[in-house]
């Protein structure tokens, strides 16, 4: 009977397990070119937060950030002057560059890319 | 009266039917056990479809500003829920009206949107691909994948196949990354050939 109960127990844990995520969120990217070796955290990109006030065009065709994980060289400075990240990020639309910790949020350590798992062998290519 | 041999008999099959109640009620109370485990994993599982952002691994938990950042859970769990990604499907959101994404931000930009079926014939066995351009330019503008990604005219675009799409090009570039993946063969290959 415990044999039993046992066996149970450790089937539906293995269950569960199987069943929890274990990832971030699907098309998280981790920008960390040169956030750490400025002694910032990695920033996080979330797709699904941007996605549900602002349609891709918006970013992708009017803020000119290419589609391609790795492939937009975007500087501090750059978002400071208003342009990708700063088109939004200037305190009248979104938060603005000041507030560091809720744009470099990440882990120390982290490699850039696209995260979340179900990604196939090609836009997370850094 | 009864001989030793069938005094033995039945005592043997009054062994076998004690065991037998035994053998049932040990299943039955052990499926009970398992189901109850069962359950409570589901639970489990319902709550954590997306983790919460300090153990995701990427969000540093240490930081205090992750208090002030928006939980997915607490976003997309109210929107059209799907099997996969973001386990959202974002199209019906868009359409539901229960998301209303700006479609640009600088006065002046031409906001279009094309409500155009393509069918791509050449998909060896699997079942033809429509493709609708009505979905992808409620979210995207045309200049996204014309004409650096995909030829305008149709059936023009070299080189454009699944091995490639697997790679991250062409298709690739958003299903597999930010779109639904490219597990889900059937909602492209969706025309079934006569």
Redesign the interface.
Known sequence: ?TA??VI??L???W??ML??????????V?LNRRAEKEGV?PV?F????H????????C???LGFQ???GSNDVRMSDIIDGKFCG??HNDR?AWGPA?C??CH????G?PSG???G????????W | MPSVAQASTSRARHKMVVALIRCRQLLKQSMLFLLVILMSAGLVWAQVKHLPLAKDQLHDPTNPAILLLQEPGEALSKLPPDAVGNQVNWVKALEQGLIDPRASILPGTKVQVLDLDIILPRTGEMPMVKFPHRQHTEWLDCTNCHDHIFKSKTGTTPGLNMFQILQGEFCGRCHGAVAFPLTECKRCHSVVRQ
């Open positions: 009977m039993m109960r149970c127990g089937f539906a844990i269950l569960a069943c929890m995520p274990s990832h971030a969120e699907y098309g998280d981790v955290r996080i979330p797709h699904w937060f996605r549900i006030r602002f349609r891709c065009k918006v992708h065709s009017e589609m391609r994980a088109m939004c639309i507030n910790d809720l949020s990440g882990k120390r982290l696209i995260n979340g179900d990604s196939t062998a090609g836009p997370g290519r």
